[in-house]
């Protein structure tokens, strides 16, 4: 079956500086993947989604690359802020629309001040 | 907020009583996800919808578990005789299936406990 794992559970960094999570996935092939932030007893943000055929997106101090042949998808916020706090999960979709998706763990990122 | 609404926020109930939840997805989504979420876990996929057609359910739906939405529009996810290892948040998404827009929005999830 799928297996989707995610960095660390916790990640600690200081503010200003760049977080990179790690998103790695074996025995799939997905057509889509994606990035969601997740705060406490809410639902998940929708932040960006990167194809297969695409290597890397950026958005504002968001930047998302994907590498089909490591199985492996990056995630950076660069300029990280203590309001950048939260859980951020990898979820990955397959088909030409999507349908379910399939998530890992998430890791828990904490900028502290 | 996504656009996407959720009720109720929480449920408290005992072991072996039957609750529902409802689902408001964007109103110009055809599509209408359900997961659940257990504390320090991703989301797991429960079921989906297309319009009024369920196209896809997991195995963690069990016999105790129905989801319908019956006009296509808002949708209620039902739990028969529920059991402690149902309590979790229960996350309802929506989306349209076109290209470049199927991104998923999630509602604020319905945390339940059972006792």
């Known amino acids: 079956s799928q297996k989707i794992e995610q960095n660390s559970e916790a990640l600690n960094i200081q503010e200003g500086k760049t977080a990179t999570l790690t998103c790695n996935y074996t025995?799939?092939?997905?057509?889509?993947l994606q990035w969601y932030r997740q705060d406490p007893g809410r639902g998940p943000v929708f932040l960006l989604l990167?194809?297969?055929?695409?290597k890397e997106k950026r958005k504002e101090r968001l930047k998302v690359t994907f590498d089909t042949t490591l199985k492996q998808s990056l995630f950076h916020i660069t300029a990280s802020q203590p309001a950048d706090s939260a859980t951020y999960l990898c979820?990955?979709?397959?088909?030409?629309?999507?349908?379910?998706?399939?998530f890992g763990r998430g890791t828990q990122l904490t900028v502290w001040p | 907020d996504t656009g996407v609404s959720q009720d109720p926020r929480h449920k408290i109930t005992k072991r072996g009583q039957n609750v529902t939840f409802r689902c408001d997805p964007i109103?110009?989504?055809?599509?209408l996800y359900w997961y659940r979420q257990t504390l320090g876990q991703g989301p797991e996929f429960l079921t989906y919808?297309?319009?009024?057609?369920?196209?896809?359910k997991s195995r963690l739906l069990s016999d105790r578990f129905s989801a319908e939405r019956p006009k296509g529009s808002f949708s209620t996810l039902e739990i028969q005789r529920t059991e402690q290892g149902d309590s979790a948040m229960y996350l309802c998404?929506?989306?349209?299936?076109?290209?470049?827009?199927?991104?998923?929005?999630f509602g604020p999830g319905t945390r339940l406990l059972v006792l």
């Open positions: 998404a929506s989306s349209l299936a076109v290209r470049e827009k199927e991104t998923q929005y």
């Open positions: 979820a990955l979709g397959r088909g030409s629309t999507l349908g379910r998706l399939y």
């Open positions: 990167i194809r297969e055929n695409e």
């Open positions: 919808f297309q319009n009024e057609a369920q196209l896809e």
């Open positions: 025995n799939y092939s997905p057509a889509y």
């Open positions: 109103s110009e989504h055809n599509r």
